[in-house]
């Protein structure tokens, strides 16, 4: 955290030596009223503050956009911070950010004092009508900025994370073969019954999976896999795949399929946003939306793409794509 605040005071002095440099009058200016601000105290005191709220977001940031991580994980990390969030938003991590980052400010050379807050006074048109309590400089930064960025962070940790819950409720069973162990017969046989509702078409009243036989399905496949040694889903997929089992365990492996493919959180979208970017540029302004997708695709699982032989693709392509027609 120190380091930020000597990068913000190596930056305000930047701005002072430009101002004094310049001699265009709005540049000495800006350049004054940017290095005034970046080495107050009260800018000190913000970058604490974000440092203390961001180290604890971004651990749960990093394991939601890894493709491999469990579930159970998230939900645990998610929770975590939540909770976090909560005790943080109190008086005594109020004062204790307040005590660090006078601590800082000294250091720096920066007086470690709140600006004076300016008192608007409102015009009374009955006799009823109470004054306002004035608050101080200290106070009114707890309100108006600590508080609020707090309850901004607890609201959209819910929004962003909502989905994860339902998500776990629905499919969460199928995501380690030690959680299907650990389920009763009931429990498990409930819980393939919820799945087969949640995908169900309303309009035909059929489903992708049938519960019933799913049951059947996941005990048969833990007996087959009697090992002590847990799998996650992905390693459960690829053992039915590569050991030709798919008739035999039909929706399992759809129910699979579905879990490894349904998008839990935004990650996934800002990931196709940032490769946009990159794929989409003035050259390629005519793309269509079906080779756009297919181009982002390959860009984003591009570990995948660079393993494939692409050779008998290419000669499918080129001989589909002949302009020359032999006689």
Same mark, same amino acid.
């Given at each position: 955290m120190a380091s930020a605040a000597v990068l913000s005071t190596g930056e305000a002095e930047a701005l002072?030596?430009?101002?004094?440099?310049?001699?265009?009058?709005?540049?000495?200016? +800006?350049?004054?009223?940017?290095?005034?601000?970046i080495s107050s105290y009260q800018f000190i005191l913000s970058l604490t503050i974000w440092h203390d709220l961001l180290f604890e977001i971004n651990k749960v940031s990093k394991v939601v956009q890894n493709p491999s991580a469990d579930i159970s994980i998230m939900i645990k990390l998610v929770e975590t911070a939540k909770i976090f969030l909560e005790s943080f938003r109190s008086d005594e991590s109020f004062e204790a950010i307040i005590k660090k980052s006078e601590e800082i400010a000294i250091k720096l050379g920066t007086e470690p004092v709140f600006p004076q807050v300016r008192l608007s006074r409102k015009r009374r048109f009955f006799e009823y009508e109470g004054t306002d309590?004035?608050?101080?400089?200290?106070?009114?930064? $707890?309100? !108006?900025?600590?508080?609020?960025?707090? !309850?901004?962070?607890?609201?959209?940790?819910?929004?962003?994370?909502? =989905?994860?819950?339902?998500?776990?409720?629905? /499919?969460?069973?199928?995501?380690?073969? +030690?959680? =299907?162990?650990? /389920? !009763?017969?009931?429990?498990?046989?409930? !819980?393939? $019954?919820n799945l087969e509702i949640s995908l169900r078409n309303p309009s035909t009243e059929e489903s992708d999976v049938n519960h019933e036989e799913l049951y059947s399905e996941i005990n048969t496949f833990l007996r087959i896999e009697a090992s002590a040694e847990s799998k996650d889903a992905l390693e459960i997929l690829k053992y039915i795949t590569?050991?030709? /089992?798919? +008739?035999?365990?039909?929706?399992?492996?759809?129910?699979?399929?579905?879990?490894?493919?349904?998008?839990?959180?935004?990650?996934?979208?800002?990931?196709?946003?940032?490769?946009?970017? /990159?794929i989409k540029n003035y050259l390629r302004s005519t793309m269509s939306q079906d080779r756009l997708s297919a181009l982002a695709l390959i860009s984003i699982e591009n570990k995948i793409s660079r393993s494939l032989d692409c050779s008998d693709l290419i000669d499918e392509f080129a001989s589909l794509k002949a302009r020359k027609v032999k006689f």
């Open positions: 002072y030596k430009v101002a004094n440099s310049s001699s265009i009058g709005v540049a000495v200016s +800006e350049a004054n009223g940017l290095a005034n601000e309590t004035p608050l101080n400089g200290k106070s009114k930064y $707890k309100v !108006d900025f600590f508080n609020a960025i707090i !309850d901004v962070a607890l609201l959209s940790l819910n929004e962003r994370f909502k =989905m994860l819950d339902s998500y776990n409720k629905i /499919l969460g069973f199928l995501t380690r073969t +030690e959680k =299907m162990r650990s /389920l !009763d017969a009931n429990e498990l046989l409930n !819980d393939c $019954k590569a050991n030709s /089992l798919i +008739e035999i365990f039909p929706n399992l492996f759809i129910a699979l399929r579905i879990l490894l493919t349904s998008p839990i959180s935004v990650a996934s979208a800002e990931r196709s946003f940032s490769k946009l970017k /990159l």
